[in-house]
């Protein structure tokens, strides 16, 4: 993995210009198949922060990584707008009419799909589903060839999930349709860490300065990625955790302090992130048992108090009751799990709507 060249100093909208740290390359430029977003053309370098992700037309969300804070605070600050609309009686705006967004999920979701389906709904988008058993791709279709097929029909954004990393670089390179990136493989998955970001700042007031601990399965998690790429843009103090046959090699270049024991991890935390175990993903026996692997790294009630008074508990699901976190937890006071769903649709909806085109500005109006 390769560590992201924005820090703080990218808040005032400028992309670092130095090279990385020793050993670790410099950020991609927009366009290559690394990076995060593909643009028609790169923005001015003394661009305001905000400017690049306005003007998202013909642009992509492949991940966090290559994102200025100005753009993050952007998104979260158009999700805040959008979340005053789905509190309302009558949820619809005309926001996206005559749009037509393809959801193309190749691997099992329920909150990510839903939450797309409902937040293109709520912007009056035509939308059009397919899943893996509704492709043709049960039937030895690949991948590019569905996406030229669907292209066909005309529509004007795709949101993919693909079990394998790089599926939506891929379709970025040969489709005219603005892509977003639903989570693909153990790569990224920027609209859970937007939607974790948006909770956070709701909840704290803020996310520099903030203790985050990430504790679970490291090697495998998408979800980790790009909440470490959005956290450490931000500001945020990183400690993850898992055993050491899930934390994958140079992790600690992506700017976060690896533990391999849960208690140092969760001491003084404003934030805990509990991830899933993913045994679907995993080659071989990581840990001995379940039960084992809670006793040394389950979130209970007792490890929840070495954290600062007040931190939340987070989760992106689905939830593994018993192996990372506990039901007394999972269920508490301090858990803001079912907000991160609720939260799900305004942030998606924001993303939709500033990649369509739109602006925060003429939102308000």
Request: aromatic share 4%; net charge positive.
């Amino acid at each position: 993995m390769n560590e992201t060249a924005i820090d703080r100093s990218a808040a005032g909208g400028r992309r670092p210009s130095r090279p990385g740290k020793a050993g670790v390359p410099p950020a991609q430029p927009a366009r290559a198949v690394a990076g995060s977003t593909v643009a028609a053309s790169p923005a001015p370098r003394d661009a305001p922060a905000a400017a690049p992700l306005v003007a998202l037309a013909q642009r992509h969300l492949l991940g966090i990584q290559g994102l200025l804070a100005g753009e993050i605070e952007l998104i979260l600050d158009t999700a805040r707008a959008f979340a005053e609309v789905s509190r309302r009686p009558i949820k619809k705006v005309p926001t996206l009419r005559g749009k037509t967004i393809v959801n193309l999920f190749m691997e099992p979701s329920t909150r990510t799909r839903s939450s797309f389906e409902i937040a293109e709904k709520r912007l009056s988008a035509d939308t059009l589903n397919f899943s893996l058993l509704d492709s043709s791709v049960s039937k030895g279709e690949t991948l590019l060839d569905t996406a030229r097929n669907l292209e066909a029909m005309a529509p004007d954004m795709i949101v993919i999930r693909h079990r394998a990393a790089g599926a939506a670089h891929l379709l970025a390179r040969h489709c005219r349709s603005n892509i977003i990136n639903a989570g693909d493989g153990s790569h990224e998955h920027p609209t859970q860490a937007l939607l974790d970001a948006y909770t956070i700042r709701e909840r704290k007031g803020r996310l520099e300065g903030l203790r985050v601990a990430i504790v679970g399965d490291l090697m495998h998690s998408r979800v980790l990625r790009s909440n470490l790429f959005l956290l450490r843009t931000m500001g945020a103090d990183l400690q993850v955790c898992a055993p050491p046959t899930l934390v994958p090699v140079g992790l600690e270049r992506l700017g976060a302090t690896v533990h391999t024991r849960i208690e140092p991890a969760l001491e003084g935390a404003d934030v805990i992130m509990m991830l899933r175990i993913q045994r679907e993903r995993q080659q071989g026996g990581a840990f001995p048992t379940a039960r084992e692997y809670f006793n040394l790294f389950g979130l209970t009630r007792e490890r929840v108090r070495l954290a600062k008074k007040g931190a939340i508990i987070m989760h992106p699901g689905p939830i593994n009751r018993g192996v990372e976190i506990d039901s007394a937890v999972a269920d508490g006071p301090e858990s803001v799990i079912l907000e991160q769903v609720a939260n799900g649709v305004s942030v998606r909806m924001a993303v939709l709507y500033l990649i369509s085109g739109g602006t925060l500005g003429e939102l308000a109006a």
